[in-house]
């Protein structure tokens, strides 16, 4: 059995070892087009201020660590092409033309960052952070860097930002949007803001980017209310899934590719996993779209057991998230009340701010909460948390959300208690000890609010 995998980072290099693991003999090829296999990509904003002394050190196996385990690991095979009915992928390797047949197809081709369609993009010193060789060049420029200005307000920017000003340069964030971190509610991008403004950082919102002016070198970031001097450029706008391969498969609205639980697409013996396939929902019933390393990892692992015959199912995801910002933690998982509203969900807002530890307990910080249920049901729907403690109360309730709990429920949960990790009631206990009554903070009636 001929196995052929397109991507040689987390969801590919997953599945080539789940392969591995369950087929005697099994021909497995990994086709990278550049030259480093399974480094973590999450950790690159850390090695601007040093946190990570080296880029190299994100690497968890090289592609000849890969060979020794008698996976054909190849490196800068860029694939051009992939013929579905003859099952042949093709493609260059050095300007030689390559060829490789397979019974059974993995696209794992990941995502890019985007880079909008500005003028003066062909200057030096504007850079994106996805890659390991990305990193290298932004390193080296910085170098001879006082100023930075950072393009955007979501996971990546908001850690390059922090990084930026723990090696003391200036930095100016600039975002079209109203709010930085747009994954959470308005309400508590405001703790955001101010965490921004403390660190001096310059946030420039409501401005759209025109271009760059400069001669060889970028010298200042064009928006449609002005000009503002800088000597680097971040673009951390996003990223779009690498699907050019994928034009005859059934693919989703920003061109991701559709699979089924069983990374299956929409050909015979081709599956496809990662930040280049849509990500089912299971909070809002549909497809979504969420690039993280932890999904892409799972998503990988399930392709591989079913590439190899064991029967495995991806049930979908909740968009559970965490990042670090200066003081604060920010995380989220499920769905805001900007969700529910598209999706017409009659839901419950409840906010809260607790202590995140036992309030006597020496450094005591604050946790800002907010909670959507859905109505009359009080079925759990999703949390938004910023500041300290965030990644506990997270991840239980991403487990309450798994189950289908509802918010009593949470009052059953037999949480961990000792002064420096909690107090005696929980901060979503808090939330949950409130329900019986009418202390809602907020409550949305199918797209009118009203105060309580």
């Not at 909690?422 to 901060?427: C, E, H, T």
Request: proline fraction near 4%; glycine fraction near 8%.
């Amino acid at each position: 059995m001929k196995y052929v995998i397109v991507g040689g980072d987390a969801a590919g290099m997953s599945a080539a070892m789940e392969i591995l693991r369950n087929v005697d003999d099994a021909e497995i090829t990994t086709l990278e087009r550049g030259e480093i296999y399974s480094y973590g990509q999450c950790g690159l904003p850390y090695v601007i201020d040093g946190r990570i002394s080296s880029p190299n050190n994100l690497i968890a196996r090289s592609a000849l660590e890969f060979r020794k385990r008698g996976i054909d690991a190849r490196i800068q095979h860029e694939v051009q092409e992939i013929d579905f009915e003859a099952q042949i992928v093709k493609g260059l390797y050095r300007d030689e033309a390559f060829a490789v047949p397979y019974d059974k197809l993995l696209i794992a081709t990941g995502a890019s960052p985007t880079m909008p369609n500005w003028e003066g993009t062909h200057l030096a010193n504007i850079h994106t952070v996805k890659t390991i060789p990305q990193m290298n060049e932004l390193l080296e420029s910085l170098q001879h860097t006082r100023h930075v200005t950072v393009l955007g307000a979501g996971y990546i920017a908001l850690e390059v930002v922090e990084a930026l000003r723990s090696r003391n340069l200036q930095v100016r964030l600039i975002h079209r949007g109203k709010q930085l971190m747009s994954l959470i509610d308005e309400q508590l991008a405001e703790h955001v803001l101010a965490e921004a403004q403390k660190y001096n950082v310059e946030v420039l919102l409501n401005e759209q980017v025109t271009g760059f002016t400069g001669t060889e070198a970028v010298e200042a970031v064009v928006t449609e209310q002005g000009s503002y001097p800088t000597d680097l450029v971040i673009v951390a706008t996003g990223v779009k899934p690498n699907t050019e391969l994928a034009a005859k498969l059934e693919r989703w609205d920003n061109g991701a590719i559709i699979v089924n639980e069983y990374m299956q697409t929409s050909l015979p013996n081709v599956y496809a996993a990662g930040d280049c396939v849509a990500h089912f929902n299971y909070i809002k019933g549909d497809y979504d779209y969420v690039a993280l390393g932890t999904t892409a990892n799972k998503q990988g692992r399930i392709a591989g057991l079913n590439m190899a015959g064991k029967v495995s199912r991806f049930r979908g995801v909740a968009g559970t998230a965490i990042l670090k910002f200066f003081d604060l933690a920010i995380g989220m998982t499920g769905i805001t009340s900007n969700d529910a509203d598209k999706l017409d969900i009659a839901y419950d807002v409840y906010t809260h701010t607790a202590n995140h530890i036992a309030g006597y307990y020496p450094n005591v910080q604050p946790i800002h909460l907010r909670m959507v249920v859905q109505k009359n049901t009080q079925k759990l729907l999703g949390l938004q948390a910023v500041g300290a403690g965030v990644d506990k109360r997270i991840d239980v309730f991403a487990t309450a959300l798994a189950a289908g709990m509802t918010l009593p429920d949470l009052l059953d949960i037999d949480f961990s208690y000792s002064p420096p990790f909690n107090g005696v009631w929980d901060p979503l206990l808090q939330i949950a000890k409130r329900v019986p009554g009418t202390q809602t903070i907020l409550t949305q009636f199918n797209g009118g609010a009203s105060e309580k």
